[in-house]
């Protein structure tokens, strides 16, 4: 800023290399506190959308379409990849068997061409029959049928959040 003496000349401020240093630093330091400022309420706001939004996982249904009645033809037993449990059709119905085992929940394996074996635990060795009861092994107790039906449009369905314990086969 500019002024003027007695005899009307006009003085020019005087600055010095220091004063010229000082402002280069308190303009750095405004920038930085800027900067700070913005990345914490940044921060903050993100921390906060986040509290609105559920840290839940999503499983998949524990109900699910198997498929059609045609592809399970009389005498087939079908692995259903993927969700642990085979399709058993028969002369007098079909239903759905955990292949879970029972013991530490290895994934167990059907047994073919056998008639007393109908599914065996690879991990230590439990066998069931083809009804998954208890052959034999570690396994404490028998494989789980889960309810099954089939809905409106003709696919058939199994839930495995309901265990059929009457065993009762799905009439088709
Ligand atoms: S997990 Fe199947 S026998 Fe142990």
């Given at each position: 800023m500019s002024s003027e003496n007695s005899t009307g000349a006009t003085i020019l401020p005087f600055r010095t290399s220091d004063d010229v240093v000082d402002e280069d630093r308190r303009g750095f330091v405004k920038k930085m506190a800027l900067t700070a400022l913005t990345v914490g309420v940044g921060g903050a706001a993100i921390q906060s959308a986040r509290f609105f939004k559920p840290n839940v996982l999503y499983e998949p249904s524990k109900a699910f379409k198997v498929g059609e009645?045609?592809?399970?033809?009389?005498?087939s037993r079908i692995v259903i990849e993927g969700r642990g449990i085979e399709i058993v059709r028969e002369r007098d119905g079909m239903h759905a068997i955990s292949l879970?085992?029972?013991?530490?929940g290895c994934l167990i394996k059907p047994v073919e061409n056998d008639p007393d074996t109908g599914y065996m635990c690879p991990c230590h060795g439990s066998t069931f029959t083809l009804t998954g009861g208890v052959l034999g092994g570690p396994a404490p107790k028998d494989l789980p049928w889960y309810e099954m039906y089939m809905d409106n449009t003709g696919a058939l369905v199994v839930d495995t959040s309901k265990v059929n314990h009457k065993r009762t086969k799905l009439a088709v």
């Open positions: 009645l045609s592809k399970f033809p009389i005498g879970v085992c029972t013991h530490l």
